[in-house]
Each structure stands twice: as C-alpha cells, then as structure tokens.
C-alpha cells in the first residue's frame, strides 16, 4: 500500500507588536485511520505508519476534522514537529522525555518510526594482498576524523597510509 501524503506549512512573521496579534496556529495533516491524542501531539496512524503533529509551545487543542488531524497551539515563535513515518504513537510515547527537554535533535539521527542513537559506531579493518597499508593504529571508542592517503608504489603495489586527522 502506497501512501500519498501533502503537508504544506506556511510560516508567517509580522513585524508589528505581538500583543496586537495571537500567536495561535493549527497546523493538520491527513488522517491514516486511528487518531490518537495526548497533551502535546496528535498522531493517526495505519498498518504500521504513522502521520502526526508534536507541539513544542503550549498546545490549546488536538481535533480531527474534515479527513485532517489538526493541533492549534497559542505561543511566540510556534515549533511543531511534522511526521510521516512508520511506526505508532507508541514510538512518541518513548521519546515524550527528549521532545520535551528539548534533546531530541542532539540525537545522531533523530527519528520518531527508527532507532534512536547518540552516535555511530564504525568498525574498520583492512586487509588486502594487492594494497600495503602503513601503520596499525587502534583507537578507542570515540569520534575520529581520519585521512587516507596514496604513499607511493612499492613492488607493484600501491601504499596508502591512514592517520587521525586533529
């Protein structure tokens, strides 16, 4: 199953005193079937993908309407997250601690239907007949910027060195 979906956000910045205006904004995406609600966002969800809206404001109202999922929050600077995704709201649900403390988007790959991690771990070991590589240096677990470099060729074979980058 093919799933279409449109989501058009429009932002808007006055340059007039914001007591003279509301800062409420709905923000809506298509309904998938179930809806689910709770607080801060709105999900709707069906056969394992999930299309939402998560408030980072004060959210004033959840709703479905019209074949939409909608959520109005009432704040300066309105930040909503929009989702189509797999998953279910379940996937919200664990993440509800880092949305709220705003420490989601210092994941590696913030995501709401894949895995969450801080980091990615790399494990590199060559070994080739045809390429003589310099040096045999081990690193311990961290971040590494590493360069690999053409040497010369010694014997037929070409020699790259491979050295951590500062």
Known sequence: MF????????????????????????????????????GDYIVSESGGVMAGIFSRGVTKDTTVSGGYVQLTEDAPGNKFYVLL?????????????YLKDNSFESFYSPSFGFELKTVKHVLIKAVYDDIDILGSERLRPGNYYLTIRYERLVGGMPQISVSRSD
Do not use: C, Q
Not at 16 to 38: D, I, N, Q, R
């Open 3 to 38: 799933v279409r979906v449109f989501v058009y956000i429009i932002l808007i910045s006055l340059l007039m005193p914001a007591a003279a205006f509301s800062h409420e904004v709905t923000v809506g995406v298509p309904s998938l079937g179930s809806e689910y609600s709770k």
């Open 85 to 97: 995704t797999r998953g279910t709201h379940a996937n919200i649900d664990e993440r509800l601690n």
